[in-house]
């Protein structure tokens, strides 16, 4: 770290200030609404003149939120974040300002559902954008600041009700206000992307430890925000006798010292200093305090022991929620984000329900003080939980480890820079103090078949094992569609469309022919299974034939043809083939060499590990010879299919002395 950066650390410096103030606006302008929402429905029944529907009009402008943000991870290829937030920041403004001058119930309720449509993509997008922008040093810190925003977006209708007798509209109007300016400054960083940056190592798994941690608590945090606001309400106003200045002032306060805390918090904890079982740790802290002082304002015998409680309640529940963002996102594969961040919301939505229900059906008869109380309950459950099953042995070093064994480091190549499908830079491979590759260096273009050839043992299918992950590297690296996969799991490879099919061990024995086409189209749907299986059997007439018999009982010949089959029901991006010829017929390779060459000609790369000299050249484009570990030659394959002779002596000879000795005839 330069001395630039310490200062930067030392005053707090998010990674995008610019980006944070707009997003935070749009964070703080949502929640604006919603004290509107919950704490002003007669006065907003009492305007329209329908005493009994706005509860069930807010509760369909809720539902309509979860479900509008559900559907924001299927616009992750079709926007970036930045226009998505801008057009949504427009659209709920409109929504606001449509709820705020209307009289009409069915108008209300459409501008309530504007609202939703405009607020979902931020109940999705907000937190996830500012934590994969932000330096890791800055994420809990920018975090807090945004959670401070949307605490104060709640707070000042409140503040504005204890001071002035604005109206709910005048709260509404100022609202959209807001939401237009925050629109416009997010329309500077309208090509901003939630997966611009990976910012550390990421994990393509959706059941992670830290995001199984946010579901729970977004159940928990759901259930006491819209679940308590009645009986928080009813308990100001009948067990403490408040008048609605007074409650006002008091929720007001609360979400204020939630803002102060969130904002100031960070100093004070240093949770971005934390990784691991401590941040863990400190993360369900935060939610156990929480809870608990829920639950001791709720049956408190003072009033100012009810409001302290209520207070420090909020800023812990507000620290636990920028922790959790901050460890959740950055550590996902960005393709998992948003889907993640939808479930948060659905699980929110969950427990916003089963609070209502209760509220509704089961709690309705219960004390203010009980009813309450209870919704404390599940923020301790979940603070223990992230307590209990930490691991709290793990530190940052073991993490690091961990995560650079098994997952998909930072983007080497832009995108769009247009670098070879696979690139291997001086890849070295050693088995034990044996190595074996020394400094190999290979590239595959997309559409293109490449032949690597050479004698037993040269490294051939060492370096096709290290390309498929399934053997360590000890040096160099490996670039796969601009993404350096040297240490991802090989599984993991499979699924970004890289597969090998290995001599005849590619097909599952007890199945039959059908039952292994069917395996390897297990990821597609029923139709397109179907349609790929067929061609499969158009490709391959043999295996229509055998369709009902054992994997196991097949020739060597069938055996490869099925699995080359893989390749044409689920179509990789790139087709590692490991010596595919190898005691099959003539008859039984011909068939085979057309199959390969329309693979390519689909748009996957193929990369052929092959020691006949004939087959590999008949099929290729380009054309590496390995000699002793290394890469002796490289050209097109029609110049080696031109020279019988250097081919010949480089197999009986060696290449080095072959090149020479072509070099001194020329």
């Known amino acids: 770290m330069n001395r630039g950066e310490e200062a930067d650390e030392r005053r707090g410096v998010p990674g995008n200030p610019r980006l944070l103030v707009a997003v935070a606006g749009q964070g703080a302008a949502l929640a604006s609404a919603l004290p509107v929402l919950l704490f002003r429905r007669e006065e907003i029944a009492e305007r329209l003149g329908v005493l009994g529907a706005v509860v069930g009009e807010a509760a369909l402008i809720g539902v309509a939120a979860v479900v509008a943000a559900l559907v924001v991870p ?13 057009l949504a920041g427009l659209l709920a403004a409109a929504g606001l300002a449509v709820m705020a001058r209307t009289t009409d119930i069915a108008v209300f309720t459409a501008g309530g559902f504007m ?19 932000a330096r890791q040093a800055d994420r809990f810190r920018t975090l807090s600041w945004y959670w401070a925003a949307v605490a104060a977006g709640a707070c000042w209708p409140l503040a504005a009700r204890m001071l002035a007798p604005l109206s709910y509209s005048t709260v509404l109007w100022a609202a959209a206000a807001l939401a237009v300016v925050s629109a416009v400054l997010l329309a500077r960083h309208a090509l901003a992307h939630d997966n611009d940056l990976e910012v550390e190592p990421t994990v393509a798994r959706m059941d ?8 729970g608590a977004a159940l928990a945090v759901g259930a006491l925000v819209v679940g308590g606001a009645d009986p928080a309400q009813s308990l100001l106003q009948g067990e403490w006798q408040r008048s609605e200045v007074q ?42 305090v929480g809870g608990v002082l829920v639950l001791l304002g709720a049956v408190s015998f003072t009033y100012i022991g009810l ?37 948060q919301v659905r699980w929110a939505g969950a427990g916003a329900l089963a609070a209502a229900a209760s509220n509704a059906w089961i709690a309705g008869g219960w004390p203010d003080q009980l009813r309450l109380g209870v919704l404390g309950l599940p ?47 001086q890849l070295s491979v050693s088995y034990g103090s044996v190595q ?26 060492t370096l096709l094992r290290a390309i498929s992950g ?52 297990h990821g597609l749907d029923r139709a397109r299974r179907a349609r790929s299986i067929t061609e499969a059997y158009e490709l391959f007439p043999r295996l229509a034939e055998r369709s009902s018999q054992r994997a196991a009982t097949l020739s060597g010949g069938e055996k490869q043809m099925l699995g080359l089959a893989k390749a044409v029901v689920t179509p990789p991006r790139l087709l590692l083939i490991d010596e595919f010829s190898l005691g099959l017929a003539p008859t039984v390779i011909a068939e085979v060499l057309p199959v390969i060459r329309r693979i390519a000609e689909r748009g996957a790369a193929v990369l052929l590990v092959e020691q006949s000299v004939n087959v590999a050249l008949s099929v290729s484009d380009h054309a590496y010879v390995m000699e002793k570990g290394e890469i002796g030659y490289s050209g097109p394959a029609g110049e080696l299919r031109a020279r019988p002779d250097l081919l010949s002596a480089a197999y009986l000879e060696g290449l080095a002395h072959a090149l020479h000795i072509d070099r001194r005839d020329t």
């Not at 309640?313 to 948003?338: K, T």
């Not at 459950?381 to 650079?404: N, Q």
């Not at 074996?436 to 299918?461: H, I, S, W």
Request: with cysteine.
């Open 74 to 86: 299927r616009l992750r290829g079709v926007l970036p974040a930045g226009i998505l937030l801008t």
């Open 115 to 133: 609202l939703a449509a405009g607020a979902a993509p931020g109940l999705v997008i907000h937190r996830l954008l500012l934590a994969t922008d």
């Open 208 to 215: 992670v430890p830290w995001a199984r941690r946010s579901y």
């Open 247 to 288: 409650n006002a002032a008091v929720l007001a306060a609360g979400a204020g010292a939630a803002a102060l805390i969130s904002a100031f918090g960070p100093w004070y904890h240093r949770l971005h200093r934390l990784t691991g079982g401590r941040r863990a740790d400190a993360v369900g802290t935060q939610l156990l």
């Open 307 to 343: 409001v302290a409680c209520w207070f420090v309640a909020g800023g812990a529940i507000a620290l636990a929620l920028a922790g959790l963002d901050a460890a959740v996102f950055s550590g996902l594969a960005p393709e998992l984000r948003r889907a993640v961040a939808a479930r």
């Open 379 to 425: 923020l301790v459950a979940v603070g223990w939980a992230v307590r209990r099953f930490a691991a709290s042995a793990r530190d940052a070093e073991s993490v690091v480890a961990v995560s650079k064994a098994t997952t998909v480091p930072r983007r080497v190549y832009p995108a769009a820079s247009g670098p070879p499908l696979l690139s291997v830079e």
């Open 436 to 461: 074996v590759l020394f400094g190999v260096d290979l590239r595959v273009q997309e559409g293109a078949v490449v032949a690597l050839m050479g004698t037993n043992g040269a490294g051939k299918t």
């Open 470 to 521: 399934l053997e360590p590297t000890t040096g160099g690296r490996i670039v796969y569609s601009g993404l350096d996969i040297t240490k991802t799991r090989p599984t993991w490879r499979v699924g970004m469309g890289l597969h090998q099919v290995v001599e005849t061990g590619a097909v599952v024995g007890p199945l039959t022919v059908a039952e292994n086409l069917a395996l390897f189209g």
